[in-house]
């Protein structure tokens, strides 16, 4: 039974990140789950004033946040760049690897390089199935690679679209049992 979710996403980054928390875990509660956000670990009680000794504690803060957690919801839009946060999708493998359910969520439809084509058109090459440097655009019709669009549900919309997603599969679920 999923009761928490671990939120991953970019989110974190945001200059309101701690108010934005605060909005994901309330959409959560509405939809009868608790979010877990990365910054209720509180990193400044635990800053040594060394930067590697705090990321480090960052790190297994995180991961016990994610072990804690019966599933993940992500914000997996584009972040600086044409890919979702580096961050966000270690997370996402490590929930995956550990046999959690993952609700990923996009702002908008298409496959990544029709993503990439729309928001990013400053990445693209000469040929359009190409990015500037000549390398492939992966092209499967998924809107992100696929190492996180085949394991991961994935939703087109904002997070109160994931998390009525989760909520209509788990009440399907429970309909059938």
């Known amino acids: 039974m999923i009761q928490s979710l671990y939120l991953a996403g970019p989110d974190i980054f945001r200059p309101d990140a ?9 959409l959560c509660a509405r939809h009868g789950f608790e979010g877990l956000f990365p910054l209720d670990a509180q990193v400044a009680g635990h800053a040594t004033g060394d930067p590697l000794e705090t990321a480090r504690w960052i790190y297994r803060a995180d991961i016990g946040l994610l072990d804690a957690a019966d599933a993940v919801l992500a914000n997996l ?62 092209e499967f019709g998924l809107p992100l690679n696929l190492m996180l669009a085949v394991p991961c ?25």
């Open 77 to 138: 839009d584009f972040f600086r760049g044409a890919e979702p946060d580096s961050g966000t999708c270690f997370e996402v493998g490590y929930a995956i690897a550990r046999g959690k359910p993952v609700y990923g969520y996009v702002p908008e439809g298409g496959s990544l390089a029709e993503r990439i084509r729309r928001r990013c058109p400053e990445y693209l090459g000469e040929d359009a199935g190409n990015d500037m440097q000549g390398w492939q655009l992966e």
């Open 153 to 177: 549900v994935m939703v087109v919309g904002d997070a109160e679209a994931a998390l009525q997603r989760l909520r209509r599969d788990l009440d399907a679920r429970h309909r059938v049992a």
């Open 18 to 26: 701690a108010a934005r928390g605060e909005q994901l875990k309330a």
